[in-house]
């Protein structure tokens, strides 16, 4: 079953999405790629999060929690449990994500050699895009061979201002 919830964030809204309790979905709003409104479950607005998560200890308290001390500059690496549903590949490349420290850049050829297929830069960056849990899992630390600002599904303003952010608080 699924549910979502709309954030606020320094990027504009965020749409929190969980799957049988369980994050699934974190989508920036004008987010190419972004999956209609109708599949991301019934909404919970946020005075009834507490009550329709059970305690302060739930799925969207703690990916708020997490996100707003990330915000603050306060939080490097998140710990949120994570469903990431995709292709076995897609879930190689977002795995290789998790793994760009704070702060820090990859081109898609470097992530496609950590996959060990050093030819899949462009597979690589077709699944960067379809990430479906951006900011947590970092497809704004990906960067082109010469190190140019290359697509961002969430606009490559916010990919500047991300990476700015995390330069600034490194």
């Known amino acids: ?23 699934c979905g974190l989508y920036m709003t004008g987010q190419r790629h972004r999956p209609p ?10 005075r009834e999060r507490s009550r329709a998560w059970g305690s302060e200890d739930t ?10 001390a990330y915000f603050a500059g306060e939080l490097k690496e998140f710990t949120v449990e994570l469903r990431l549903h995709g292709t076995t590949f897609q879930r190689a490349v977002w795995d290789q994500l998790t793994r760009i420290p704070y702060g820090e850049t990859r081109s898609y050829g470097e992530l496609a050699d950590a996959l ?3 030819k899949a830069s462009r597979a ?8 479906p849990i951006g900011i947590i899992v970092p497809c704004h630390r990906v960067i082109g061979a010469g190190g140019d600002l290359t697509g961002y599904g969430g606009g490559l303003d916010r990919k500047r201002r991300l990476l700015d952010f995390e330069t600034r608080t490194r």
């Open 124 to 131: 690589v960056g077709l699944a960067n895009g379809k990430n």
């Open 1 to 23: 079953m699924k549910q979502h919830t709309v954030i606020d964030s320094p990027y504009g809204p965020l749409t929190l999405v969980a799957d049988d309790g369980v994050l």
């Open 59 to 68: 799925l969207f308290g703690e990916a708020e929690e997490q996100l707003s």
């Open 116 to 118: 060990g297929n050093p």
């Open 37 to 46: 409104e109708e599949t991301f479950g019934m909404g919970v607005p946020p």
